[in-house]
């Protein structure tokens, strides 16, 4: 089982460019959620999909989007990247409905803003 | 609001002793508490995982604890070891209808020197 995984795992981009990050849940997961890891902090939720839907949003700008495939790999796109926005960005994939579901993560992608 | 604490923020101690890390959390309503262990740039690996019923559970030369009275836990690392050198993540779950929420605490920075 390869577990959940995301590429790239490093990627640097220049302010106001766009970048797309991707990830692949563990097998058998149907649920893909994002978060943003700054330099010694706890991860922040940006948002969940199931389904392909965009189910639940943290409190992070517009300029921050995703998708789900039907295979529920997972995009996450931003928008006029900010020196802030560097951060790693981790992506955890679950089951729905199953009770006390363990959350996995992917190693992440370590993204610097230039 | 929903907010889980941890603390020490950093903690430094010899190989072979013991270290206890604290979580205090205001989630409601509570689903479980997860502690994840993160090594730097990596994601976050879930080490125990304790529901409303569950008082102590071991995990090898770890030991959780959850007082769901005082909405508080511990995680003791007992005999450390210099891999044990890593972040330590309190991560509670609420059981909120169709998308359960993680919430993090900031994490322990802990390092094991020789």
Redesign the interface.
Known sequence: DAG?T?SPTHLIKTRGQQVTLRCSPKSGHD?V?W?QQAL??????IF?Y?EEEE??RGNFPDRFSGHQFPNYSSELNVNALLLGDSA?Y?C?S?IEGVS?????????T?LTVV | KNQ?EQSPQSLIILEGKNCTLQCNYTVSPF??L?W?KQDT??????LT?M?FSENTKSNGRYTATLDADTKQSSLHITASQLSDSASY?C?VTDNQT?????F????T?LTVIP
């Open positions: 959940v995301q649920t959620s978060y010694g902090q706890g991860p922040q939720f969940q199931y189910r639940q790693l981790l955890a679950r006390d579901t363990e959350a996995f993560f992917g190693q992440g370590r | 889980v689903s479980n997860r994840y740039g990596r994601g976050p690996v879930s995982i529901t993540i991560v169709g998308a359960n929420n993680l993090f605490g900031t994490g920075r």
